[in-house]
């Protein structure tokens, strides 16, 4: 079945740094990927839809300049987390849909990073 | 909008007991309606779906029948185990919605010998 990769699954850094994300369709192509936020025990919040070839559409109250998305090929799509700080600290998780944004199709999931700002 | 409500969790059943999550939703058109489970620091898998009104998706034993009069997708299993136990999220995606999904809030499900 269709399978997105992330990585890295966890990462532990220093307030003030930069962290990258990377998601990957690995059997499929995605023209669109989801970025979401999960805090503890709650439910996801959709961050942004990553467009391949063109600007991510962000959600509302989202920081653009914060959380910089690419996707730059039609099999990766990338979150940075800007100059990172504690209060970013929380669970990611990206998801794929195979096909070329048609509705109605169940999206898959990568299994998610656990981002820790010291 | 477009919203989804679970009933408020944690679940906890003894291992073969009878399972009911209760999801109801609000959108327009419509919509697909999904359940997916998510196991401890892993992301969400999907369980099952359903795409029409009366569709019944069903996947390891789990079932949901999509019900446009109620406008509900109630997760059922008949004996449940306890490598169930998982946080299990229902959503929609509504007509014309560009794929994004909109969850509920989660139901945890704690299955105990």
Redesign the interface.
């Given at each position: 079945g269709a399978v997105?990769s992330?990585h890295p699954s966890r990462v532990i850094c220093k307030s003030g740094t930069s962290v990258k994300i990377e998601c990957r369709s690995l059997d499929f192509q995605a023209t669109?990927m989801?970025w979401y936020r999960q805090f503890p025990?709650?439910?996801?919040m959709?961050m942004a839809?990553s467009n391949e070839g063109s600007k991510a559409t962000y959600e509302q109250g989202v920081e653009k300049d914060k959380f910089l998305i690419n996707h730059a090929s039609l099999t990766l799509s990338t979150l940075t987390v800007t100059s990172a700080h504690p209060e970013d600290s929380s669970f990611y998780?990206c998801?794929a849909?195979p096909g070329t944004?048609?509705?109605?199709?169940?999206?898959?999931?990568?299994?998610?990073t656990?981002l820790s700002i010291l | 909008g477009n919203s989804v409500t679970q009933m408020e969790g944690p679940v906890t059943l003894s291992e073969e007991a009878f399972l009911t999550i209760n999801c109801t939703y609000t959108a327009t058109g419509y919509p697909s309606l999904f359940w997916y489970v998510q196991y401890p620091g892993e992301g969400l898998q999907l369980l099952l779906k359903a795409t029409k009104a009366d569709d019944k998706g069903s996947n390891k034993g789990f079932e949901a029948t999509y019900r446009k009069e109620t406008t509900s997708f109630h997760l059922e299993k008949g004996s449940v185990q306890v490598s169930d136990s998982a946080v299990y999220f229902c959503a929609l995606i509504s007509t014309g919605g560009g794929n994004k999904l909109t969850f509920g809030t989660g139901t945890q499900l704690k299955v105990e010998l």
């Amino acid at each position: 079945g269709a399978v997105v990769s992330q990585h890295p699954s966890r990462v532990i850094c220093k307030s003030g740094t930069s962290v990258k994300i990377e998601c990957r369709s690995l059997d499929f192509q995605a023209t669109t990927m989801f970025w979401y936020r999960q805090f503890p025990k709650q439910s996801l919040m959709l961050m942004a839809t990553s467009n391949e070839g063109s600007k991510a559409t962000y959600e509302q109250g989202v920081e653009k300049d914060k959380f910089l998305i690419n996707h730059a090929s039609l099999t990766l799509s990338t979150l940075t987390v800007t100059s990172a700080h504690p209060e970013d600290s929380s669970f990611y998780i990206c998801s794929a849909s195979p096909g070329t944004g048609l509705s109605n199709q169940p999206q898959h999931f990568g299994d998610g990073t656990r981002l820790s700002i010291l | 909008g477009n919203s989804v409500t679970q009933m408020e969790g944690p679940v906890t059943l003894s291992e073969e007991a009878f399972l009911t999550i209760n999801c109801t939703y609000t959108a327009t058109g419509y919509p697909s309606l999904f359940w997916y489970v998510q196991y401890p620091g892993e992301g969400l898998q999907l369980l099952l779906k359903a795409t029409k009104a009366d569709d019944k998706g069903s996947n390891k034993g789990f079932e949901a029948t999509y019900r446009k009069e109620t406008t509900s997708f109630h997760l059922e299993k008949g004996s449940v185990q306890v490598s169930d136990s998982a946080v299990y999220f229902c959503a929609l995606i509504s007509t014309g919605g560009g794929n994004k999904l909109t969850f509920g809030t989660g139901t945890q499900l704690k299955v105990e010998l």
